[in-house]
């Protein structure tokens, strides 16, 4: 346990057991003053660290609103308050004790990341198996998969075959063929089959790890609206030392002003605003959004901008195959079939499209050997003893081969290559999402979005065609990763700005963007730039993130000023002789209680979350 809860179950013990003695059985017994001895102690051992704490905040130009709280200490020991002392100590290390645990409970997902995550490997050296530490292991090292196990480590497949289920990290529902050549990602769980793979990356930069460092990143990261507790406390701190001093001047006893402050002990600030982010980070997670920076979910409420990506954005990312057309000699479905043999252990977005295909048709897929799958070169392999490559147009001709393409059309395209020869092309188009229109509709009135731009890598005919589809009169495209960061910033510039992508080439444009968010999690570049990740590709989760924000922000306010306009009134209550210390004390604790069981309703969200479908 951290330093506060320490503090804070003394403080509990010290207190009960200052009563005990005080009003119990033995106080006739007992030295006079020994019911004060436990609470001197905690006075010492847990008053001091936390006002040296408040004092190093001081020195760094911060006077939050928690300076109430060290005041009121040092007044109530100087006064002979030691109750009340004691009282306000057990308030301030148990709302940051409380903090620390609903921080450490959003963090199990960690926990139960980093337990899932192998802690060694099997090498083989010699054709022996030696079990060595994941940390040891090196590129191009062959470690061997046993059925059942979890991958330690990003690699390729070089001998075996098996099936492996990703939907852990990449949330598709099905288990993924995997060959010789194919590629296999940590924390993918093996199937039936043992496996050998080749190290393509060290245990730290390979994608569980990548995973972990960024929900790490994010425990780290002090969430922006806690900011809101230091500027209210701005004004806040000073006002109640005004009035504890006017009182005070007014009527000669001191104790009015140790009264003003145990009743002006801020909590509501220093306990309910967290408590409410924690919340909404914790509806959050169980909506399927995780987010990397709790500080997005006050900027996302102020962005007038909203800037989307097109492919598996407003489209659903699943191209169909709408067109084969073979060349001269050749079958399209013998083309079809060769194809989707190569492309079944394939994680391109156009291979499941080109698999349904060949599934539908009834085709049988061929026996895949020596199968590769290179940034830029395309995929390739042998299907039944016959030479496969599947590429684009503009990476045709780096393959040394003589063809005929056809011309240039609307939409996606692959270009199919057998023994070396042009065999066929192959087109797609990737449908809107049946809910686009929709949701671009409600933007403005519901969230208060005052433009909407598409922004996207895809030639223009395509995105103007999904953009007069779904409502959205301004778009870029033909966009580079150079072009979109300084779309984006330009943006951002003139507005706070959101931008919504999936892509890789959208990570930079993340990241220069007031928020960030990724649709899906799939790359983890992407994922890494992002300030929340949407882990279900779909606009009513993008929806729920702009409602869940909405609502934090309003309870988490309700809860600091409702709060605070509490304890003013005890303030002057205080001020004017009606509340003593003790009572003020115990006042603000029922005013913090009603405040964090306020704070707590942004994880009970009534009915649907989404609402523009």
């Not at 003589?402 to 192959?426: C, M, Q, R, Y």
């Not at 330009?490 to 892509?503: H, L, S």
């Not at 928020?515 to 279900?536: M, R």
Request: glycine content about 8%; aromatic content about 4%.
């Amino acid at each position: 346990m951290r330093r506060d809860t320490w503090i804070a179950l003394a403080t509990a013990v010290a207190i009960a057991l200052h009563l005990f003695i005080r009003f119990g059985p033995f106080q006739t017994t007992l030295p006079a003053g020994a019911a004060d001895w436990p609470l001197w102690i905690v006075l010492a051992g847990g008053g001091l660290p936390l006002l040296a704490g408040l004092g190093r905040s001081l020195l760094r130009g911060q006077l939050g609103a928690d300076w109430l709280a060290g005041i009121s200490i040092v007044a109530a020991t100087l006064l002979g308050e030691y109750l009340v002392g004691a009282i306000v100590v057990l308030m301030l290390s148990g709302g940051a004790a409380l903090e620390d645990y609903a921080v450490r409970r959003a963090s199990n997902v960690l926990e139960a990341l980093a337990k899932r995550l192998p802690h060694v490997a099997n090498r083989v050296e010699n054709g022996h198996l030696k079990q060595i530490p994941i940390s040891e292991v090196r590129i191009g090292d062959e470690l061997r998969l046993l059925p059942h196990e979890v991958c330690p480590v990003d690699g390729e497949v070089v001998q075996g075959q098996t099936t492996m289920d990703e939907s852990y990290l990449t949330g598709e529902p099905f288990l993924m063929q995997k060959t010789p050549g194919a590629q296999v990602i940590s924390g993918a769980v093996n199937g039936d089959q043992s496996i050998t793979i080749r190290a393509t990356k060290l245990a730290e930069d390979s994608r569980y790890a990548r995973i972990m460092r960024v929900m790490r990143e994010a425990e780290e990261r002090r969430p922006a609206i806690r900011r809101l507790a230091d500027r209210l406390g701005g004004w806040y701190t000073p006002t109640a030392v005004l009035v504890g001093i006017g009182g005070w001047v007014a009527s000669g006893d001191p104790s009015r002003f140790l009264a003003v402050m145990v009743i002006a002990t801020p909590c509501p600030l220093l306990i309910a605003i967290p408590v409410a982010i924690i919340a909404a980070i914790s509806l959050a997670a169980r909506r399927g959004i995780i987010l990397k920076n709790p500080g997005a979910l006050e900027e996302v409420q102020q962005c007038r901008t909203l800037i989307l990506d097109k492919t598996g954005t407003l489209t659903y990312g699943r191209p169909t195959l709408t067109d084969v057309l073979p060349a001269a000699g050749q079958d399209s479905d013998n083309v079809v079939r060769l194809a989707a043999s190569l492309e079944q252990y394939s994680k391109h977005p156009l291979a499941t499209a080109v698999v349904s295909r060949a599934r539908d048709a009834h085709l049988a897929l061929g026996t895949v050997e020596q199968m590769s799958e290179r940034p830029g070169e395309g995929l390739r392999g042998r299907v039944d003893g016959r030479d496969v490559i599947l590429t684009g147009r503009q990476s045709a001709a780096a393959q040394s081969v003589a063809s005929a393409l056809p011309p240039t059309e609307l939409g996606l395209e692959a270009l199919v290559f057998i023994d070396g020869k042009f065999a066929g092309a192959l087109r797609f188009r990737d449908e809107p999402r049946r809910d686009s229109r929709l949701f671009i509709q409600h933007l403005r009135p519901r969230h208060r979005i005052n433009r909407t731009l598409l922004l996207s890598g895809d030639r223009e005919s395509e995105v103007r065609y999904l953009a007069e589809h779904v409502g959205i009169k301004e778009v870029h495209a033909s966009a580079s990763p150079e072009d979109k960061v300084e779309i984006v910033r330009r943006e951002a510039a003139q507005a706070k700005t959101t931008f919504v992508g999936d892509g890789i080439n959208d990570a930079p444009a993340m990241q220069a963007a007031t928020v960030g968010v990724a649709f899906g999690h799939q790359n983890e570049i992407t994922a890494e730039a992002a300030d929340a990740v949407i882990l279900e590709p779909s606009l009513v989760k993008l929806d729920e993130f702009l409602h869940i924000a909405r609502r934090m922000r309003t309870i988490a306010l309700q809860s600091a000023i409702g709060g605070m306009v509490l304890s003013i009134a005890g303030m002057v209550a205080a001020a004017m002789g009606w509340l003593p210390p003790i009572y003020g004390a115990v006042a603000q604790e029922v005013i913090d209680l009603a405040a964090v069981l306020n704070a707590l309703r942004v994880a009970i969200p009534r009915g649907r979350m989404a609402d523009f479908s």
